[in-house]
């Protein structure tokens, strides 16, 4: 157990009164191959029990290989790199006019808002302005976001890796972090 994974399962406990031990590592753990300026290796340690359907979906997307080849279409210097377009976001079909307006061809789900504050790492799901409109893109915070917690679901805590995260290709901030030739999710899975 790294280090990182270790101090963020004391820091999870201790926002919930007392210390636990994250799901299983194996079936709860997202592996996010990153490839473009950044490159690497991003893990994810799902967290079922504070938003079970979130974690299904990103599992079930991840399984079908939907994830791959989505590029980080938004991504703003000190606060989050955003990824997940399937619709819109694929880097051999790019659409830079309508990426971040896409989903999945699966319902959208409700929100499951948690006491999970946003942190370095914590990885969150993206919605519109509607709080039960979240499908399939998602973000990773590059540091503490206070204004989003309790708004945004919380799935997942980076375990390590975030030294990927913190290398992806940033947007302008002009164009509300929108990315020219953005970094992308190679492959995505579930470590078995």
């Known amino acids: 157990m790294s280090r990182c ?5 004391i820091f999870i406990g201790i926002v919930f009164g007392s210390v636990f031990l994250l799901p299983s590592y194996a079936e709860n753990n997202l592996v996010i191959e990153v490839a473009g300026e950044a490159s690497g290796k991003i ?9 079970p359907l979130h974690v299904e979906r990103i599992k079930a997307l ?6 791959d080849g989505v590029v980080f279409h938004r991504v703003i210097e000190g606060f989050m790199a955003q990824t997940g377009d399937v ?25 499951e808002f948690s006491d999970l504050p946003f942190i370095e ?17 998602f973000f990773i915070m590059f540091k503490p976001a206070p204004h989003l917690n309790n708004k945004y679901t919380v799935f997942g805590m980076v375990s390590s890796g975030m030294e990927v995260v913190n290398n992806i290709k940033k947007g302008d901030l002009k164009k509300n972090g929108t990315v020219i030739k953005p970094d992308f999710m190679k492959k995505v899975y579930i470590e078995k």
């Not at 893990?43 to 938003?51: M, N, R």
């Not at 991840?62 to 994830?67: E, L, Q, R, T």
């Not at 790492?121 to 893109?137: E, F, I, K, L």
């Open 62 to 67: 991840a399984n079908a290989g939907s994830y």
């Open 87 to 111: 619709q819109f976001g694929n880097s051999k079909e790019f659409n830079s006019n309508l990426v971040g307006r896409g989903g999945s061809s699966l319902p959208n789900l409700p929100s």
């Open 121 to 137: 790492g914590t990885v969150g799901m993206a919605r519109s302005q509607d709080p039960n409109s979240a499908n399939s893109q």
């Open 43 to 51: 893990e994810i340690t799902l967290l079922p029990e504070l938003a």
């Open 5 to 9: 994974y270790f101090l963020k399962t």
